[in-house]
C-alpha cells in the first residue's frame, strides 16, 4: 500500500503534516463532499487540505485538488 500524502496544519506558527483526514470524518458522519479525481496513487482522497487551529478551534482554510468534472477545487 502507497502512503498517502499527509493534510498540512499550522499550530502555533508551525506546519505539520496531518496523520488524519477531517473531512474524511466529516463525511462518515453525514456530510458530503464532491468526487474528486485522484492525481496518484498517494492521494487516494484527491485533495490536500490546509488546516489552521483557531482558539482551539480546527479550521479549514485551504484546499486544493481536482474535480470529477475537470474543474479546479480551491
Not at 500524502?5 to 503534516?17: H, P, R
Not at 463532499?33 to 498517494?42: A, H, K, V, Y
Request: with cysteine.
Amino acid at each position: 500500500m502507497t502512503a498517502q500524502t499527509g493534510e498540512n496544519i499550522s499550530y502555533k506558527g508551525a506546519t505539520y503534516s496531518m496523520c488524519t483526514e477531517p473531512l474524511s470524518d466529516f463525511a462518515a458522519m453525514g456530510g458530503r463532499l464532491p468526487e474528486f479525481i485522484w492525481p496518484s496513487t498517494d492521494l487516494w482522497r484527491g485533495y490536500i487540505g490546509d488546516w489552521e487551529v483557531i482558539d482551539d478551534r480546527l479550521y479549514l482554510v485551504g484546499l486544493e485538488g481536482e474535480l470529477k468534472d475537470g474543474t479546479k477545487a480551491t
